[in-house]
């Protein structure tokens, strides 16, 4: 949850667990995996 607070830049924790704290089907929970694998690479190929 805290990397998807930091990637929406939501200033506080308790706004990330209100919108996704819900449980997730496989399927959203999929394609969030695939929204932060792109988000991430790039920034963990510059490291």
């Known amino acids: 949850m805290k990397v998807q607070q ?3 830049r939501h200033a506080s924790i308790q706004t990330t ?3 996704y704290g ?3 089907s496989s399927s959203k ?3 969030n995996g ?3 694998e792109m988000v ?3 920034v963990l ?3």
Do not use: T
Request: charged share 25%; proline share 5%; glycine share 0%.
């Open 17 to 19: 667990m209100n919108i």
């Open 40 to 42: 991430l690479k790039p």
């Open 45 to 47: 190929a510059s490291a």
């Open 22 to 24: 819900q449980a997730m």
């Open 34 to 36: 695939k929204v932060v």
């Open 29 to 31: 929970r999929e394609a």
């Open 6 to 8: 930091e990637l929406m």
